[in-house]
């Protein structure tokens, strides 16, 4: 098995820019993501419609965003509530529309999942990484997910395996491949390290 | 003619042999003395008689034992198999493809009837007779693509083809060389070829997707990739890596020559026409090294090719472990005779 | 390149400028099935020279006997159109391509929107029954000069019903393009075929409103445009040849004898590529196919529909 391979199928996350083209636009926010809304507003007040959809850990910055986003502003307490509030709103959006996700990976893919059902693909979305680089995991062998692994080597949340982390990302389950480490030396494992802080 | 089938197993007691004259016919892939990677494609054309392109799709000895593994396999894990629902005329597709090859190319074991949309479809080695409308799911037991996928040797890979590239959107994948369908499926040519190495920086695959987004109806092409695994077992899935990984310290240089084989893959390509998505199918042909023996050229040239092999193939291939054995057990064979360019046995 | 051998079976005007062709097989046997959009690029012979044109298939794909075809007569052409019209007869054989497609659904999409001008229809034609057949959320926007040049209008009123919407020139009545396009649902997609500037302000007004480019779908296939003569030189068969002012480079390379890959012969689909070796510059791009930084290197050219200017273009072929 080709634990030396770096699969590069990973996404690339880049910094939000508002689309000169719309007729509205939706941004999605989780934690320090908001602060990523907020440089959108410092860049310029589009003249389009926005909706802003916040779930907020600590800090509150409820506020300052009223002041950007006086219509259209939701924040709420989790990121389940925000994602049931994103389902009610989609279906009065129209094609012009522009999204925007700024959170954590496992939030980013939780809502691209979410707006997939509404016919808005990966591709249309614009994501920026905040945060944490840590990474949701699918065992390949049990199917089991196990969220926010920060090692490179992370034990499955199902069947207990050890599991190395490929760089191999699947969009359809939002997760990177986790593959027995040990398989043919059984407890042979190599030094654990946080790499995805 | 028809086919004697055998009864053997591609796991546990790995009974699974090569006949005479499978070992003959069998798709050796090194026509050089080195192996580099390519693309290497070429029309799938009829090739001779009692070869292995002879057919659109090729049904040998193993057919039945092949089917009965594919079916252990679907049953301990039903993500084997999956199908996005866009791919429905893509299923259909497949179905008229593969029932009408088999039914004209071995007429003595494979029947196809039709009464405008109503098919009758006669599996006589697997024992199965079941008439359905075309286009019509209701009417089998399973959807289709599954229906005739559990009744041919290999995997198969519906690639839909929008927005300028290919996505692995179905898939029926039990045979495979360590690669995930659960995980890939819906994936895009660029993210299920991220693996490979040394190859996408030379632009072998996107040479290869422009290829294939022009690909035809009618002229399906064919490539031959190989692998080596310990044991002839079909299913090197990640799956079940916990499996058969552990299988690879148990070579030793007494065993070699019977524990490694090589793993080819018959792997083609044909445009489907209503749905105008791309059927990948990967036929997978295993042969132990002892076997490869019994023809000196061969061991001669496949001495030779991974003398040469470069290091990152030999990881990539999961060859690492018993790689310098292997090429240690074949050098007894290579006298270094000069060996013209081809594949035959002789 | 594999073709298949047809012969006219019926040939119909269907309005003052088009005709509609119907090809079966010449051995009595079926013709491959297809997907909506698809099309076949078609050979005649006219005084000794093969033109080679691409012509939506506008029947069922479910239907196999017989292929169908529509050709408009194009006065200022290479003379493709005036043949098929003039010179075409019932039962004369003909060589034609597998069918292709470079304009398919997108079988995820939600809703589809199809926009045709005049002849631009014919694409559509397949499409829809491919739509019908899966019970797809469509709407046809159809805009042609006047009653009499609505080709199929009146069977396509019958099968779509109301989800045909025709805007006929004459009557002054207008396809509102930012009307149509800025009240959809999401998952919506868009595809244009017809004349260029129908083509130019679908794009322009769906990308304006914000619409993803892979939402957006077009097709228009071009013929070779007449131009000035120029010489080409072929480095691995060591030729040089004189591409006539009304010939296509293409069709002089095949002229000579020399084999040349291509499929939709109309800049689309890519195929017929070559790598310009040595050059000085002055080549004229018709295709849709290269990048517009490619076409700038001048590395490559499609030798289907572009062309030269100057005294040195050398090709790897």
């Not at chain 2, 044991?231 to 310290?249: A, F, I, K, Q, V």
């Not at chain 2, 003398?307 to 240690?328: A, N, S």
């Not at chain 3, 051995?27 to 099309?39: I, K, R, T, V, Y």
């Amino acid at each position: 098995m080709e634990h030396g391979y770096w699969i590069k199928s990973k996404p690339v996350y880049n910094a939000l820019v508002w689309h000169e083209k719309a007729t509205a636009h939706l941004i999605i926010a989780k934690n320090q993501g908001v602060l990523v809304a907020l440089k959108l507003f410092q860049q310029r007040q589009p003249t389009q419609p926005v909706t802003l959809l916040y779930a907020q850990d600590g800090t509150d910055y409820a506020k300052t965003l009223n002041k950007v986003v006086p219509a259209g502003l939701d924040v709420l307490n989790s990121e389940q509530d925000l994602l049931v509030s994103l389902k009610n709103i989609m279906p009065n959006m129209r094609m012009g529309l522009r999204v925007y996700v700024a959170g954590s990976e496992g939030f980013i893919w939780s809502v691209a999942e979410v707006l997939k059902t509404f016919g808005v693909e990966d591709a249309d979305i614009m994501k920026e990484l905040t945060d944490t680089l840590a990474r949701t995991i699918y065992c390949v062998h049990c199917k089991a997910i196990t969220h926010n692994i920060t090692t490179n080597i992370g034990k499955c949340s199902g069947c207990e395996r050890m599991l190395f982390v490929r760089d191999h990302f699947s969009r359809h389950l939002g997760a990177y491949m986790g593959l027995m480490i040990d398989a043919e030396s059984p407890g042979e494992l190599p030094e654990i390290e946080e790499i995805y802080p | 003619m028809a086919l004697n089938f055998k009864k053997e197993t591609f796991r546990e007691d790995y009974t699974y042999s090569n006949s005479d004259a499978a070992i003959k016919r069998f798709p050796f892939p090194f026509p050089e003395d080195q192996y580099m990677y390519s693309v290497n494609i070429e029309p799938h054309t009829k090739g001779k008689q009692g070869t292995v392109c002879e057919f659109t799709f090729d049904i040998d000895e193993h057919y039945v034992a092949e089917c009965l593994d594919k079916k252990i396999t679907l049953e301990q894990d039903p993500g084997r198999y999956k199908a996005l629902p866009h791919m429905m005329d893509a299923q259909w597709d497949f179905v008229e493809l593969t029932m009408e090859a088999l039914a004209q190319d071995y007429p003595e074991h494979f029947s196809l009837k039709k009464q405008g949309l109503i098919w009758t479809w006669e599996n006589k080695p697997l024992g199965i007779k079941d008439t359905f409308t075309f286009g019509d799911t209701s009417t089998l037991a399973t959807e289709p693509f599954d229906y005739i996928g559990r009744q041919l040797q290999g995997d198969f890979v519906l690639l839909d083809h929008r927005d300028e590239t290919l996505y692995a959107d179905a898939g029926i994948v039990t045979s495979q060389a360590d690669w995930s369908l659960a995980f890939n499926v819906g994936m895009s040519w660029r993210e299920w070829h991220g693996p490979v190495p040394r190859a996408t920086e030379l632009g072998v695959m996107d040479r290869a997707l422009k290829y294939l987004l022009n690909l035809q109806i009618g002229s399906p092409v064919r490539r031959l990739n190989w692998t080596m695994t310990v044991n002839p077992r079909l299913d090197t899935s990640p799956e079940n890596y916990p499996h058969w990984g552990g299988e690879r310290n148990t070579v030793n240089a007494e065993n070699i020559g019977d524990l490694i084989h090589l793993r080819v893959e018959l792997q083609t390509l044909f445009r489907l026409p209503r749905s105008n998505a791309i059927v990948f199918s990967i036929r997978c042909y295993l042969i132990s090294l002892k076997d490869i023996a019994t023809y000196p050229r061969w061991a001669k040239r496949l001495h030779r090719v991974q003398k040469t092999m470069h290091p990152d193939l030999i990881e990539y291939k999961g060859m690492t472990k018993f790689h310098p054995m292997m090429v240690d057990w074949l050098a007894k064979f290579d006298d270094g005779e000069t060996l013209a360019i081809g594949t035959q046995p002789e | 390149m594999s073709m298949i051998n047809v012969k006219v079976a019926a040939i119909e005007q269907v309005t003052p400028l088009v005709k509609h062709f119907t090809f079966v097989k010449e051995d009595g046997s079926s013709l491959p099935a297809f997907s909506g959009g698809s099309h076949v690029v078609v050979s005649i012979d006219i005084g000794g020279r093969v033109h080679r044109n691409p012509y939506s298939l506008m029947g069922s794909p479910m239907e196999n006997e017989a292929y169908h075809i529509s050709v408009r007569r194009q006065e200022n052409s290479r003379g493709g159109s005036v043949f098929m019209h003039e010179n075409v007869t019932v039962g004369m054989p003909l060589k034609i391509t597998y069918p292709m497609n470079l304009f398919s659904l997108a079988k995820k999409g939600r809703k589809h929107i199809l926009i045709a001008g005049g002849i631009g229809i014919t694409p559509f034609m397949s499409q829809i029954a491919d739509l019908k057949r899966m019970g797809a959320n469509y709407e046809l926007h159809y805009a042609f000069r006047s009653p009499e040049h609505g080709a199929f209008a009146a069977q396509l009123k019958e099968s779509c019903g109301d989800h045909l919407h025709c805007y006929i020139d004459s009557n002054a009545t207008r396809l509102d393009l930012e009307a149509l396009l800025s009240d959809q649902p999401l998952g919506t997609h868009v595809y244009v075929c017809g004349p260029s500037p129908m083509v130019v302000a679908t794009l322009e007004t769906a990308r304006n409103l914000g619409w993803p480019e892979n939402h957006i779908h077009s097709e228009q296939f071009l013929s070779p445009p007449i131009g000035e003569p120029f010489k080409i030189q072929l480095a691995r068969s060591n030729i040089e040849i004189q591409v006539s002012a009304e010939m296509s480079m293409l069709e002089a390379i095949e002229a000579a004898g020399v084999e040349a890959d291509f499929l939709c012969r109309g800049g689309v689909c890519g195929r017929c590529e070559l790598d310009v070796l040595e050059t000085d510059g002055a080549l004229l791009h018709n295709d849709h196919f290269l990048t517009d930084s490619e076409k700038a290197s001048c590395k490559k050219i499609m030798p289907c529909v572009s062309r030269a200017k100057g005294e040195r273009l050398m090709l790897d072929l």
